[in-house]
């Protein structure tokens, strides 16, 4: 089936079978070429001009060289280089030097003098500043050698004087990836490069070339990231570098700043034209605040971001940043956010605006007006307004972080993260609705910001009304009239957007949860329940209706007045909706109504130590009975199965660690139940149906083994062990069987080595876990490995068949965390009776969208798999773009898929489902392959998937129903 | 004009022989001649033609271009023209509407007329932004994006080394669809700015728009019609962006109507002009473009009585005649509905009373009309603020700056703020009054490479941030300065080389002989640390050289026990000589023999 799966896939996507092909052919042509040093050399000594051996060189970057005979081309290499005149082979020379060195596994300080002596009689300024980023690279192989770098800094120092821009900048890299960072080097080494680093780059803020000024910042900062502590000195270059002409310059100007202020946050800097002196952190934070009203949106996005971490700085400052000052003909005016918090306070929210209303009150000092600050004053003002979403992105990040760590600030910051909601731009609203909620704990909203963060939720898109669902789950209102009106829009949102009705009662699930005290007034309107008459009963499968009551009882939880408002009708529906969405409505106590919920509760009541107990209670049982009689064995595990499975249904967080082991067991039960079977021992074929049952058994073992193995996220390697192990005991069932029905020898032979392979990867892989798996199937199999290799086939399968019978059941460790990868289709939903229809032979699309939890690296393993009438598959693999992340372990998937079939006579339906692709080569333990940095176009082929092995459906299909007509002549 | 006064903007700049004229604006205010800049200001008798080298249009508002037509069909001028594409393409509509509502409305004569507006026209030529254009050999031109209205833009004018930079009308917070106001540091010798709003610090944007759309969404929501009163270009646009996004958002259904009139041209070379807007709509608009409502269709007059919610926009913007009153005489009797000022109005028209609070108004006729629908006021400004305009400075970094589009009062605050803030005069000077600004001009000057190498030489490395002294020849000639080496110089003027030697008298009081006294100096000279790189040398003949300065001593002829020390040097050596002359007046040590 996944041959077939695979086979479909090449034939929808010809790129994929190009690639296949050309695969092959690039290492062909390694192969063929052994010697590429003296075909280089031929090559080079037959180039008639410097444009022939350009093109020379150029074919030979083309492909990688082995590490055994790179210094022998080095050599080559250097030999021309010498007497090349033309500048351009030289530099190319030059460059293919640096790409060597850099070969894995080859150690550049054998060609490091050449290197160094090729420098100085070259003229061209390019070729030197190539050189120098050769050195680099060598210098950077070999960072452990201080010799190596001393050297290296001194020849960098002694081209500091050089005329061309390039050379200095390159000079100024190599000083900051190799200059000494530890005091004792530059003490101890008598040279000159022994002067200290930072006066030579910090000469070098003066330079006539932008270009050198930003390398010589760009060489302090990678100091700084090498461990080096600046000096404070550089603080006051620094700041005149703000002022710089060109954008770069200040851009790295601001960084260099932000570290300074960082490393040095409560050292005192006075202020110039006044003789007074304010902390370092301030006066930092001042500065990169100025610059978020900068000309150039690099140097604003790079200042907004920078703000964000500098927690360090005093409240007064910080506060100032959210400070404009309006006025209007010199009076003082209030922001509309002042006005509108004026009004709240003074209880007359809401009246009409009328002309004049915003009409300046007092009369300012003319004097005492500053109009550009040279402090904070309003720069997140200005980095929320700006012109480039860019930058108000950044601003909304760096108010968010700030926020986080001063609750003061955050309180101040909402009006504007507020108004950030009716943004032009989405990405934006979503930004700072993630914000909000991220600093949700320190805020409580104000009924006119509440009001104005609901009015976002009859947004179109669905991004955003979810944000803001999730934004309300954790946010403090602060009256009653606030929750009321909160349900009201939520309730219209579910009206405009049924499709978001999880979500809303979820929503009001935590809004009922935290103000209790603010729902009790509002039941009897919720509820519309009358003092004298009885009102109708409402429509139990109302949505609405639903959300009211999980507001209500979320609030009853910690409210035991509460129920006493509640008509029988209600505790009725409570009892229904205790059962059916018992994710949303938590147990209460209802007093004197015990016999309503009790014949529900007792079962579903037990809290999550207890069932957590409870799984470890029972494992214990399963894995300490071991040595019950055969049919004991399998009722256990049998019952402990369906517990766990009923366990993971109730309690959701316990849901992947319960399924994970029940699938272990199941394994477990499978085995033995194949192994028990009465006429195993009996010879062979006859017995076709027992065989079919053990080989289907050895199937589902296998297939269940990939799930383990990969649906579940935080599996460690502990667990892989145990897994592998399984799998590999599956396939010795697997070998039984198939030994026992075929006849002859042959076949068996092959099987037999495969499986011996399989043992001897395994043991491996997991050397080091072997040690806790004693008594397992595996440790008695590698004592007899030494027999097993040497002996035939049929004795192989009999040895296996009794360690199989012998082994132990492995105890299956559990880890912390364990979650199972879902899926969810949200669309299509598979409810419409209309079909899609599309004249035949063309395309149509069709939108998929689809919640994903749990799923490692969605972009590389999810895929999607169409399949119609006909029995053909089609699998897609949706764009990396495709996927979202908007929670962590959450993913979405909004994707479109292609459809196409030739004509059919009638509509019918056709099945999507989701695929978690999964590759066995892919073990958790295997390193990354370290690429190459040798040659680009090797880079762009991508790695051979050769290791698919199959996929997991791991969502329910959804039934689409689409008609492909005929096309009209 | 435009000097201490807002409209009729209209600028003489005469910047190194060079005469720009900078806007050509009507007044709103007036319908006689004052409506017009006072053109006879700049020539009694000849043609302007002769006096102006160019004339620069910052954007289409009539208070910029609108006297254009007259001043050069009727007055007379065939220079060139320059404005940015867009303003190019909108103007004629503007200009053409102005006339018909003059003459056709008014029944005004002697006006131009269409084909002038056309043959003006013709005279134009559009420039890019940031392109430079050449007028002459030594005038260029160049447009910085200015935000305000579509196609509005700042000009640099730069003779040599001066330049000018005059802003029109800009914004300097972007708006729904114009970006802000952007300049380069150009370091301009004067910066001439408006500054309508010179004492105003305005609110964040976001308040203004969150309220308007609020208010609309609940009026509608409630099912009244909401009428918004806007002048056809600039802020109709931004309203109406507003509204679509809003309604795209929020999936509304109600309708929204624009009167139609010369928007619906405009409108197409806003679809046209792109670039020109601001980072949403030009990232958007290859799926969509944001000038093709949606949900904004034309309006007919037969829908203002249909039933159910609708949102309006209608000409003129003070509700004083036409379109948006007869809507508003139709809907003022209902609470439900509501209209929106999204702007100032002149006192005595409709939207000042309503505005002010009235609520009964008389009608033509003697009718009474009762206001009962909600009247609301927003302000949607695109000018810049008092903030935005000392940004601006600080970005283009000026030597001085003048004020302009402005009230005196209020400039006057500004002016004192920008001088005490960045230490750069400022002017604002009254119409008709002119102010000199005097700059520090550069003369560029060619220097021969052998020069330029042979001086870079020596001494150390030569650093671009910092003076260097040289030493040359400045030659004037052909109206050209070039600085060659003295020997060229010679050579060129056909001059012969004069040697020029100072020489000096230097009184030491010594007893000792003569050639003891020679060599005091001499190892008097060798001690000098500052000498140390020179060649100090003792001759035979009893003389010290100094590389070429000559050391000789004689005794004085009456007092023997004074020797007279003769130092000679050439003029080259001016600086070496004079501080051997000095050091030798101080004396020699006692101690040296």
Redesign the interface.
């Known amino acids: 089936m996944a041959a077939h799966l695979k086979k479909r896939v090449y034939e929808e996507f010809t790129k994929v079978v190009q690639q296949q092909h050309e695969d092959p052919s690039a290492k062909k042509l390694r192969l063929t070429k052994p010697s590429k040093s003296a075909a280089l050399h031929v090559d080079l000594c037959k180039a008639t001009s410097p444009a022939d051996a350009l093109q020379y060189l150029l074919q030979f970057a083309r492909k990688p060289v082995e590490v055994e005979s790179v210094e022998g081309v080095v050599r080559i290499l250097l030999e021309h280089y010498y007497k090349e005149n033309d500048a351009s082979v030289r530099l190319k020379i030059a460059s293919l030097l640096g790409l060597l060195s850099k070969t894995a596994g080859f150690s550049p300080d054998c060609i490091m003098d050449d290197a160094i002596n090729t420098l100085q009689n070259e003229k061209s300024h390019q070729v030197l500043a190539q050189l120098l980023d050769t050195l680099l690279v060598i210098g950077t192989k070999l960072t452990e050698n201080p010799s190596v770098r001393t050297r290296l800094v001194e020849v960098a120092c002694k081209h500091l004087t050089d005329s061309s821009h390039g050379v200095r900048n390159k000079c100024l890299q190599l000083i900051g990836c190799l200059g000494p960072v530890e005091k004792g080097v530059a003490k101890e080494g008598e040279n000159q490069a022994a002067k200290d680093v930072q006066k030579i780059i910090g000469d070098h803020f003066n330079d006539q070339d932008p270009r050198v000024r930003t390398a010589a910042i760009k060489a302090m900062l990678q100091l700084h990231e090498r461990g080096l502590k600046l000096q404070q000195a550089i603080y006051s270059q620094a700041c005149k570098l703000l002022a710089d002409d060109y954008e770069q310059v200040r851009s790295a100007a601001v960084q260099l700043i932000w570290v300074l202020s960082q490393l040095y946050p409560e050292s005192i800097v006075p202020i110039p034209s006044s003789n007074e002196e304010i902390r370092l952190v301030d006066d930092a934070f001042g500065k990169i605040c100025h610059m978020v009203s900068d000309g150039s949106w690099v140097v604003r996005v790079q200042a907004a971001k920078l703000l964000g971490s500098m927690q360090q700085v005093s409240s007064h400052f910080l506060e100032q940043t959210l400070d404009k000052k309006l006025m209007s003909d010199l009076r003082r005016k209030r922001t509309a956010h002042e006005r509108a918090k004026e009004l709240y306070s003074s209880g007359e929210f809401s009246s009409g605006r009328k002309w004049g209303d915003d009409a300046p009150k007092e009369e300012i000092d003319t004097g005492a007006v500053n109009l550009i600050e040279s402090g904070a004053c309003g720069a997140f003002v200005h980095g929320l307004e700006d012109e480039m979403y860019e930058v108000r992105i950044a601003a909304v990040e760096a108010l968010c972080m700030l926020a986080q760590s001063s609750p003061s600030f955050a309180e101040k910051c909402l009006d504007f993260l507020v108004d950030m909601f009716n943004d032009e731009i989405e990405e934006v609203r979503l930004q700072s609705i993630h914000t909000m909620r991220k600093i949700s704990n320190n805020i409580t909203l104000r009924e006119d910001q509440l009001d104005t963060v609901l009015a976002v939720l009859e947004d179109s898109s669905r991004d955003i009304r979810e944000a803001l669902h999730e934004l309300l789950c954790c946010t403090n209102v602060s009256t009653k009239e606030g929750i009321h009106l909160a349900l009201v829009e939520l309730l219209k949102n579910l009206t405009k957007y049924p499709t978001d009705r999880e979500s809303i009662w979820k929503c009001l699930k935590f809004l009922g949860s935290r103000h209790p005290t603010l729902v009790l007034p509002l039941v009897p309107e919720l509820l519309s329940t009358h003092p004298f008459f009885d009102t109708p009963e409402p429509d139990m499968d109302d949505p609405a209706y639903i959300a009211v009551l999980v507001l209500i009882f979320n609030a009853a939880q910690s409210c035991p007045t509460m129920p006493a408002l509640f008509s029988d009708h209600t505790f009725r529906h409570y009892a229904y909706l205790r059962d059916s969405l018992s994710h949303l409505v938590p147990p209460l106590r209802l007093p004197g109504r015990k016999l309503l919920s009790s014949p529900v509760s007792p079962s579903i009541t037990p809290h999550e130590d207890p069932s957590q107990q409870f799984l470890h209670q029972s494992l214990e049982r399963v894995y300490n009975l071991q040595h019950l009689d055969p049919q004991g064995i399998q009722e256990l595990l049998e019952f402990t199965i369906r517990d766990l499975q009923r366990l993971g249904e109730l309690q959701s967080e316990l849901a992947g660690m319960a399924d994970f082991t029940a699938t272990y067991l199941q394994c477990q039960l499978l085995l033995i139940k194949a192994l028990q079977e009465k006429l195993w021992n009996v010879a062979a074929p006859l017995y076709l149906k027992q065989n079919a049952l053990a080989s289907a058994a050895a199937k589902q073992i296998l297939e269940e083994t990939y799930k383990m193995e990969f649906m579940y996220s935080g599996v460690e390697s502990r667990q892989v062990v145990i897994i592998h192990h399984m799998r590999l005991q599956a396939k010795a069932l697997q070998l039984i069987v198939t030994a026992r029905t075929t006849r002859g020898v042959e076949p068996l032979f092959g099987m037999c080595e495969k499986f011996l392979q399989e043992v001897d990867s395994f043991q491996r892989c997991f050397i080091s876990e072997l040690p806790h798996m004693q008594g397992s199937f595996v440790d008695k199999l590698l004592d007899l490995m030494p027999r097993l290799v040497t002996s035939k086939p049929s004795e192989v399968v009999k040895i296996l068949q009794t360690t199989l019978r012998q082994s132990t059941f492995l105890h299956l460790p559990l880890p912390e965390q364990l979650h199972r990868a879902t899926a969810t289709i949200i669309e299509p939903t598979g409810e419409s009776d209309n079909p899609l229809r599309f004249t035949s032979g063309l395309v149509v699309a069709l939108d998929v969208d689809a919640t994903l939890e749990h799923v490692q690296d969605p972009q590389g393993t999810v895929k999607v798999q169409v399949l119609y009438p006909d029995g053909q598959a089609q699998i897609i693999h949706p764009k990396p773009a495709d996927f979202r992340n908007p929670g962590p372990g959450r993913h979405r998937l909004i994707t479109q898929v292609y459809l196409s079939h030739t004509a059919w006579t009638e509509p019918c339906q056709i099945e999507v489902r989701l695929l978690l692709a999964y590759n066995s080569n892919r073990s958790k333990a295997s390193a990354k392959i370290p690429k190459s940095g040798w040659s680009e176009s090797l880079e762009a082929l991508p790695q051979p998937e050769n290791g698919i092995e199959g996929t997991i459906p791991f969502s329910k299909p959804v039934k689409v129903y689409i008609m492909p007509k005929p096309a009209r002549r | 004009g435009a000097g201490q006064d807002v409209g009729r903007s209209c600028i003489l700049v005469s910047i190194a022989g060079k005469n720009v004229m900078l806007d050509c604006g009507m007044h709103m205010g007036y319908n006689d001649d004052r409506r017009f800049p006072d053109f006879s200001y700049i020539t009694q008798n000849g043609r302007l033609t002769d006096f102006l080298d160019c004339v620069i249009i910052s954007h289409f508002h009539l208070d910029h271009c609108g006297a254009l037509p007259y001043f050069s069909e009727m007055v007379g001028y065939d220079g060139p023209i320059y404005m940015t594409h867009p303003t190019k393409a909108i103007c004629p509509i503007l200009l053409e509407d102005y006339r018909k509502i003059t003459v056709d409305k008014k029944g005004e004569t002697n006006f131009f007329t269409s084909q002038m507006i056309k043959d003006c026209m013709k005279k134009v030529v559009a420039v890019h932004l940031h392109q430079t254009v050449q007028v002459d050999e030594e005038l260029e031109i160049k447009a910085y994006y200015a935000g305000h209205v579509l196609g509005a833009a700042m000009f640099q004018i730069k003779v040599g080394c001066e330049s000018v930079v005059y802003t029109g009308d800009y914004n300097m917070?972007?708006d729904?669809h114009l970006?802000?106001a952007?300049?380069?540091?150009c370091r301009p010798d004067l910066l001439i700015s408006e500054s309508t709003y010179a004492?105003?610090?305005?609110?964040?944007?976001?308040?203004?728009?969150?309220?308007f759309?609020?208010?609309v969404?609940e009026t509608v929501e409630r099912g009244g019609k909401v009428l918004i009163p806007v002048f056809a270009l600039g802020r109709a646009q931004e309203l109406c962006i507003l509204l679509e996004?809003f309604w795209?958002?929020?999936?509304l259904k109600a309708p929204i109507y624009f009167s139609t009139g010369l928007t619906e041209k405009a409108n197409h070379y806003y679809k046209l002009f792109i670039t020109w807007t601001?980072?949403?709509i030009r990232k958007t608009f290859v799926q969509r473009n944001m000038f093709e409502f949606k949900h904004i269709k034309a309006f007919d007059r037969a829908f203002a009585d249909n039933p159910g919610p609708m949102v309006v926009f209608a000409t003129p913007g003070m509700l004083h005649a036409g379109q948006s009153l007869q809507i508003f005489r139709k809907w003022a009797g209902n609470e439900k509905n509501m209209v929106i000022m999204p702007g100032y109005c002149v006192q005595g028209t409709v939207g000042h009373k309503i505005?002010?609070?009235q609520r009964k108004l008389e009608m033509e006729g003697r009718q009474i009309l009762e206001v009962k629908m909600?009247?609301?006021?927003m302000s949607f400004s695109a000018h810049a603020d008092?903030?935005g305009i000392?940004?601006l400075i600080?970005?283009a970094e000026p030597r001085n700056v003048l004020l302009v589009h402005g009230e005196a009062k209020?400039m006057e605050?500004l002016k004192?703020?920008i001088e005490q803030?960045f230490r750069v005069s400022c002017y604002m000077p009254a119409n008709g009054e002119t102010t000199t600004v005097f700059t520090n001009p550069c003369i560029p000057v060619d220097i021969s490479l052998g020069l330029l190498k042979r001086e870079t030489a020596i001494g150390p490395?030569p650093?671009?941030?910092k003076p260097k002294l040289m030493h040359g020849t400045l030659l004037m000639k052909d109206n050209s300065f070039r600085l060659v080496s003295p020997e060229q110089a010679l050579k060129e003027l056909g001059l012969a080389e004069h040697q020029l030697r100072f020489t000096c008298r230097v009184h030491i009081q010594d007893p000792r002989k003569e050639h003891e006294t020679v060599l005091r100096v001499y190892n008097h000279l060798k001690g000098q640390v500052v000498l140390k790189d020179y060649s100090v040398q003792h001759l035979p003949d009893g003389s010290i050289t100094v590389e070429s300065i000559l050391i000789q001593a004689t005794a004085h002829s009456e007092d023997q026990g004074t020797k007279v020390l003769l130092v000679s040097w050439t003029y080259q050596d001016e600086e070496l000589g004079s501080y051997l002359t000095a050091l030798l007046k101080k004396g020699l040590p006692a101690g040296t023999s």
């Not at chain 2, 952007?182 to 540091?185: E, L, N």
């Open positions: 917070t972007p729904r970006g802000a952007w300049i380069d540091k004492t105003t610090i305005r609110d964040s944007k976001r308040c203004r728009e969150r309220d759309l609020k208010k969404h996004t795209e958002r929020m999936n601001n980072q949403k505005l002010s609070g909600q009247v609301e006021y008092a903030k000392m940004q600080r970005q209020k605050f004192q703020k803030e490395l650093d671009a941030k």
